[in-house]
């Protein structure tokens, strides 16, 4: 499957972002499916994910509270709702399908998240 993350761009802290990915290929609702980030210097890291019905979800310490994953698997899109943005959330976010919050295959178009203070 191939993924093409969107939505991102620069925003106030506190304030919101909503992130689509989009899948191509028929195998979508298959796979449980995951966000990524990577700051500027950091490695990548484990941001959410969701199992492939969307009946489970799971999130980073970082972000639970303030993020929420969902799926539409008609429209083969998996999305990141991004509340109270802080400057630490900046990255370039990616979603990929997951095992678990193992990312599985290549890695598709990320998009990026700056965050102002």
């Known amino acids: 499957v191939q993924l093409q993350a969107s939505g991102g761009g620069l925003v106030q802290g506190g304030g919101s972002l909503r992130l689509p990915c989009a899948a191509s290929?028929?195998?979508?609702?298959?796979?449980?499916m995951g966000w990524f980030r990577q700051a500027p210097g950091k490695e990548r890291e484990f941001v959410a994910s969701i199992s492939r019905f969307g009946v489970s979800t799971y999130y980073a310490d970082s972000v639970k509270g303030r993020f929420a994953i969902w799926r539409d698997n008609a429209k083969n899109t998996v999305y990141l709702q991004m509340n109270s943005l802080k400057p630490e959330d900046t990255a370039v976010y990616y979603c990929a399908a997951v095992q678990g919050i193992t990312p599985l295959g290549s890695w598709g178009q990320g998009t990026q998240v700056t965050v102002s203070s």
């Open positions: 290929g028929r195998t979508f609702s298959t796979y449980a």
